[in-house]
């Protein structure tokens, strides 16, 4: 296994490659993403283990959402059971990809509290939202940089070991290697991918506000927040799907499993 470097024009196209791949099917990657969120929901109440449970599992969903756009680009249907496709395939090195997760957010949420006295922290375990006082001071702008600067490894290392454990039989170790080593070779294609997933994201709600309060003549007759609503669900499955096509230009897919063969459903590559 060797992972390829891509132009910067290659993460540029990575989200118009998953708005393909998402338009394939979009009933279909609806499905996933609402069961997803709410599987997600139910295992972050439990007591005491929710939000360490929800996080552990993140590694293998991220697979089933691989496997979803992987069918979608070789021209096939969805099934809802290819979000669990993580838990099927390599489940033990999935576990402890999920366990290093965890462990991973952990020392960022730390890294955070040590500068802001924890208020991010509990504002992600438990959805207590500071006040805008706290949310204003530059304490809280200092613990969200040092958020982002420690979660960075951490996102390299994970973007690609999920489907490297579970599909090219890697291990958890080496998937997590193999994954930071892939990023940092083509960090130029995703800065450039970094960039153009910000504009549509920030873009897009912002110019369909604009739109509407010109045409409502500065009062919109829904919140902000309904309005947004339509673009997230159609920008989180492009996003995710995105993934699938990063991993595909970075690391050839190996052969499909037997049973999509079967369908006729074979990863492009």
Known sequence: ?????????????????????????????????????LLMTLASVLPFVGVALASAMVPAFAVGFMAAARAAAAGGGIEMKMLFDGFR?????????????????AAVLAGSAAVDGG??????????????????????????????????????????????????????????FFSFYGCLLNWRAFLAYGAVTAIIAVGMPFMTVLLLML?????????????AFPLV?????????????????????????????ARGIMPSQ
């Open 119 to 176: 208020a991010l922290a509990r504002w992600m375990l438990t959805g207590t939202r500071p006040g805008d006082e706290t949310l204003q001071s530059g304490t809280f702008i200092a613990a969200l940089a040092v958020a982002a600067a420690l979660y960075a490894p951490v996102m390299m290392m994970f973007w690609f070991a999920p489907p490297l454990a579970a599909w090219h039989g890697t291990g958890a170790a080496k998937a997590l």
């Open 1 to 37: 296994m060797q992972a390829r470097i891509v132009s910067p024009g290659r993460g540029a196209a990575w989200l118009g490659e998953g708005w393909r791949f998402f338009k394939a099917a979009p009933f279909g990657w609806f499905a996933l993403i609402f069961a997803y969120w």
């Open 233 to 261: 669900l159609v920008l989180l499955p492009t996003l995710f799907a995105s993934f699938y096509a990063s991993y595909r230009d970075v690391f050839a897919p190996p052969a499909a499993p037997p049973q999509e063969e």
């Open 215 to 227: 045409l409502t003549r500065g009062a919109p007759a829904l919140p902000v927040a309904s309005l």
């Open 89 to 105: 395939h390599a489940p033990r090195s999935q576990a402890s990809l999920g366990a290093v997760y965890v462990v991973c957010l």
